[in-house]
């Protein structure tokens, strides 16, 4: 018998909570600090965001079975939001497709060398964004920025 830790309903919420306040960090970061890194080597804030507005699909991919949608990197910071944007859009139209039997079955990230249930494979994404949210955060107070709780709590 196959027990089931999460709905598509929690999963959602779980995954807006840090979504939702990724949006408004990034609403709150500076056009000018685009281009800045903490460290040689290190993301700007411009990729970091592009991180996290696409990777998502990275996971959707394995879920599906297809190759992965990975936009061109923009060139500003709002081009980052604006993807970031319109990607959430359809990232949460992707997870609220997904049924009870759909998390149930399994999925293969060939990068990772792994197949799992697909409710796993979705909380990597949840994790991946908690992380990165993170990393995010650290940059925004680096920058001096006053930021957002980092869940929104009211999902």
């Keep these: 018998m ?6 598509p309903q929690q999963v959602m919420k779980r995954w807006k909570m840090h979504r939702n306040s990724l949006l408004e960090l990034v609403e709150v970061l500076p056009e000018s600090s685009g281009s800045w890194r903490p460290w040689d ?8 965001v592009y991180h996290l507005a696409w990777t998502p ?5 394995a879920i599906e079975g297809r190759e992965m949608k990975v936009p061109p990197v923009p060139a500003t910071l ?4 604006e993807l970031l944007f319109r990607l959430t859009q359809e990232q949460e139209q992707i997870l609220a ?3 009870e039997s759909d ?3 399994n999925a293969t990230i060939d990068y990772f060398k792994v197949t799992e249930p697909v409710v796993d494979v979705l909380h990597r994404i949840i994790g991946h964004e908690a992380h990165h949210k993170g990393q995010l955060l ?3 107070r680096m920058l001096g920025v ?3 709780f980092y869940v929104d709590l009211s999902v």
Excluded: H, K, W
């Design 138 to 140: 650290l940059y925004a």
């Design 41 to 48: 080597g290190g993301m700007t804030t411009i990729e970091l």
């Design 57 to 61: 699909d990275f996971f959707f991919a």
């Design 97 to 99: 497709s997904y049924t």
């Design 78 to 81: 709002n081009e980052a939001r």
């Design 146 to 148: 006053n930021t957002p």
């Design 2 to 7: 196959t027990v089931q830790l999460s709905t």
């Design 103 to 105: 998390l149930q079955r």
